[in-house]
């Protein structure tokens, strides 16, 4: 157990940037949604999974959204509260905790805003161990937990509580309502019990978010190279480091999708690389092969800083560098990769292991 | 307060069919879906305005989407009922009684096949005194009562329960969710308390329904002219007796919107009619001029047969008869005609008042 105050989310923001591989929100944003509602409202407490009592009511706090949009339509903070109150409402009993329900620049902000507001501790965990665009994408829902009910709000006060009969149908109806209200709003769902944490979480995501950025920090101030320093902690793989040459994207059905283009430039001088991306990034082609796909980690860093570079944030002729970093093991199952795989999102390939260093 | 049984609901589904404007459902879809519910579970008890207890806690049950789906896709009759259950949750109190949120075929019905299966009474009355596209188009609305909270259900089970910021956004949010579920779905909305009914809605339109659709039916058994009978009841007009020549139709963004043209027949050989509807018919021109306009309705009627015409049923060829018949008052006040005037649906005109006959 341990007390955030705002000055500690600058590590943990930039950390999150880099595991929400691409998408999540804006750290930058993130963070500072975040310090302001600490400031106003006191510090949060992070508890571990194992400091959770069994009996505990544990909601998971996040937006939803294409993050094209959230960079410009900032959220007004109350969504976060409006939509807990709606979901305790429907459950008819009160949150004791709230938990991310994936690392992202944002999204792993979004229940800090909430805690500060309501004094609720947030559990130092997440649902994915990374982001994913789909409310359906989570390891809980591998042990049978729901996404719904699940509670919807905007920045105007309005608010639905959805029961989907699948967390498919939970996903369909939150994103026409999500469009309809902006195309940025914030839920709150996947409701667990204390003793389905430890099986149903990644555990601890929210402390290696801040030792990510912590070592991208360092070793920016040492002058030593960040990017290395990001890989080695997240025992991941250089794809290619270069500038960025052609950005397809645009905003559809609720997420930023498209396309990114890297020339390789130094030792990768000559190679190509192709990222895909539905908030996220989920393929990446080099000359041509597939060399990396969800559900592994495939993380964009600027290659100076080792600041995250979001799906939104690309741009032509950012210099970075491509990381893949393997997922949580529970995604190479087969119902994980039903969930995530490359097939769900349309890709005609299998998951393929990333390549060796 | 009396009894309905299954053979009761062929008039009144006749009738609702009329005052529904060419909306609100199939009556004979309507009419047999009740009729299943009544049969399995037990007649409904309908009770006047004047029997309703001061607190009851009164639940407007209809369904919403395009006609041109459901009569197609046959609702479950499971959906009013989920509906109403996740509203019932929702406020924390259960039920006392159903009321129609407007007349028309299957809207009218709707609110049967809920009581027979809950054993809940059905209040003599309507929101609306005819039908409307959109749900914030509600008399009670005037009076402060809102649409929300409501509750939408599908055949699936999928479930939503909608906190509007307004009623406008309600809708807004319902719809949304309609057209995702399939656009057709059931609503539990618009929590009245029972001394609230007086003046929030238009009284005893099933007994009217019923009226009319006896009225109709006696009048062809006596071969006399049943679309004068139905007029002389509505103290309506005739616009046009003719043939259909056009129907253009299509189904967007929940609705079916569309328009017909009319060739006069007989005495109004050499006369034309276009009617334009979303859901309901909301325009008529005579000859190019406008001579009747929502909130007036415009009912299409069979013109051997008296039977309703809805706007998914307009076909080429087909003989029918054109009455306008006055609305409530209320929807001639200012903040009637804002609601459901002929400028809230675009037409760049005022509300005309009726030709004499």
Redesign the interface.
């Known amino acids: 157990m341990r007390e955030i105050h705002p000055g500690d989310l600058d590590d943990l923001a930039r950390g999150a940037g880099i595991l929400g591989t691409g998408g999540g929100g804006d750290p930058y944003t993130g963070k500072l949604l975040a310090q302001r509602a600490i400031r106003e409202h006191g510090p949060v407490t992070v508890v571990g999974i194992d400091e959770v009592p069994a009996d505990a009511t544990v909601v998971a706090i996040s937006g939803m959204g294409a993050p094209t949009v959230s960079v410009e339509k900032l959220p007004a903070c109350t969504e976060e509260v409006t939509a807990l109150r709606?979901l305790e409402?429907?459950l008819g009993r009160a949150a004791t905790h709230l938990v991310p329900i994936e690392v992202g620049g944002l999204n792993s902000m979004a229940p800090f805003v909430a805690a500060a507001r309501t004094g609720l501790p947030v559990v130092d965990g997440d649902g994915m161990g990374r982001a994913f665009p789909e409310a359906q994408m989570i390891l809980p829902g591998l042990i049978g937990v729901t996404v719904a009910p699940m509670a919807v709000a905007d920045d105007?006060?309005?608010?639905?509580?959805?029961?989907?009969?699948s967390d498919l149908?939970s996903e369909?109806?939150a994103r026409?309502?999500c469009?309809?209200?902006g195309c940025s709003v914030s839920c709150a769902d996947t409701v667990m019990r204390g003793d389905q944490l430890a099986a149903g979480l990644v555990p601890a995501t929210l402390t290696l978010a801040e030792d990510l950025g912590r070592t991208v920090r360092e070793a920016r101030a040492a002058h030593a190279d960040p990017v290395a320093s990001a890989a080695r902690l997240l025992g991941g793989v250089r794809l290619l480091t270069g500038k960025v040459v052609d950005v397809r994207r645009r905003t559809s059905g609720g997420f930023a999708r498209g396309r990114a283009v890297l020339e390789g430039t130094g030792g990768d001088r000559g190679r190509a690389l192709e990222l895909s991306f539905q908030n996220e990034h989920l393929l990446a082609r080099r000359d041509g092969a597939v060399i990396a796909t969800t559900p592994d980690l495939i993380c964009v860093l600027d290659t100076d800083t080792g600041e995250p570079v979001t799906t939104e944030g690309l741009r032509y002729g950012l210099r970075v560098t491509v990381l893949g970093a393997p997922c949580d093991p529970r995604w190479l199952t087969p119902g994980g990769l039903e969930l995530a795989g490359p097939r769900y999102f349309g890709y005609d390939c299998d998951h393929v292991p990333l390549p060796t260093a």
Chains 1, 2 share one sequence.
Do not use: C, Q, S, Y
């Open positions: 709606a409402r429907h105007k006060g309005n608010t639905l509580v959805i029961d989907g009969v149908w369909r109806l026409t309502a469009v309809e209200m």
